[in-house]
């Protein structure tokens, strides 16, 4: 069968897979509350925000949903023409309905736009800026596909942190990305990452990653959004979202700059997530991925294909699109 693909109805066939992994998400729970490490008294710990304290067993996974505790993620278009560099704007909107504009900071930023293709490719971790409680940020999408948009926020009013997520499409001939299998180590731009440890579904896990290059240990990462690594994970199928931090923080005394970052996660559920670790190093940020199973996994998640040819954009208004 030909791989192109008619994003189209590779979108529609999604809308189906969406929907039933959003009802298994409400089953198993979010994609795992704040969670310590057991023998850290009074520090740091790893964070994520498909929970929370306190009925966090009740909600679903981070980023299946668009709204959620009445704010609502509010793209301007839900179209961008792929390998075309677009400026994307969205707005937050509040249980009133209007754009909010106060926002508590994350990690040193007001807000956090994760972005994935839906097969898992296409991973990008951007920061828009606000005004008026419009966010605007430049994106290219470089590939046709369906991809979703991720924001951490926590508007000032809000009890906790959220992670609202939204689909947009990129026209053209779909050529889907097989799930990569497991490796323990990641090559970017000469640096080699090694991943210790794995996810376990329902329980804390510990996760290393240790930075070298040229063989050799890297002991003086960058501080990166106030930590010494940035970890996202996406599961497979449904991309519930979890979005974790390091124990320690550069600064504390205690938490040396490499080459080992430590994470400590908990995945939902059994199945296949992509890890994506961001690091800095001589002033630039780099992203290595891994492919990692928790649980019996089984067989990946298999794309649909149609044999039909792909349509043109069509002309769109940049005007909000709600939902």
Known sequence: MNSATKVGAYAVGLAVVFGSAAGIGKVVGPVGASVEKASHEGGGHGESTGGGHGGAASRPPGGLQVSEDGYTLVPYRTTLTPGKKTDFRFTVNGPDGKPVTAFKPLHGKRLHLIVARRDLSGFQHLHPTESGGVWTVPITLPKAGVYRFFTDVQPENAERQLTLGTDITAPGDLRPVPLPEPEQVAKVDGYEVKLTGGLVPGKSAELTLTVSKDGEPVTDLEPYLEAYGHLVALRQGDLA???????????????????GVTFFAEAPSSGAYRLYLDFKHGGKVRTAEFTVHAGNAGAPVQQPEQDQPSHDEPGHDDQPHTH
């Open 241 to 259: 979202y979890l979005h974790v931090h390091p124990d320690g923080e550069p600064g504390d005394g205690e938490t040396e700059p490499g080459p």
